[in-house]
């Protein structure tokens, strides 16, 4: 598994280089993808999931516009009813998805 996976703000169609059947078309399900993918590999790998994901506050609105994001308070949620989420002062780049580092790029 790599150190880090990455989900790129300006261009999260990704799949279309690999599969344009498969390609997604709203642009939220591709960051949810990203984080179901990095939960199914930790499954495969047999390694204990948190179902937890820490968010730095600059990336809260991303979130806010997700379908599948539910707010419980300002800095607590849920992620299509499957991860909790707790958004944290901490700046950086990456969001901590059931403890593994998704890299976020291109995010203003």
Not at 22 to 32: A, F, G, I, R, S
Not at 51 to 64: A, E, G, L, S
Request: aromatic share 16%.
């Amino acid at each position: 598994m790599a150190n880090y996976f990455m989900w790129d703000y300006l261009y999260p169609d990704y799949k279309f280089l690999y599969d344009p059947i498969d390609m997604q078309k709203d642009w939220n399900q591709t960051l949810v993808t990203a984080i179901n993918n990095i939960d199914n590999h930790l499954s495969l790998a047999k390694m204990p999931s948190t179902k937890h994901i820490i968010i730095p506050q600059k990336f809260k609105p991303i979130f806010d516009s997700l379908v599948f994001y539910s707010k419980i308070t300002d800095n607590l949620g849920r992620l299509s009813n499957r991860f909790s989420v707790e958004f944290t002062e901490i700046d950086s780049d990456y969001i901590n998805v059931c403890g593994v580092p998704l890299k976020i790029e291109n995010f203003n």
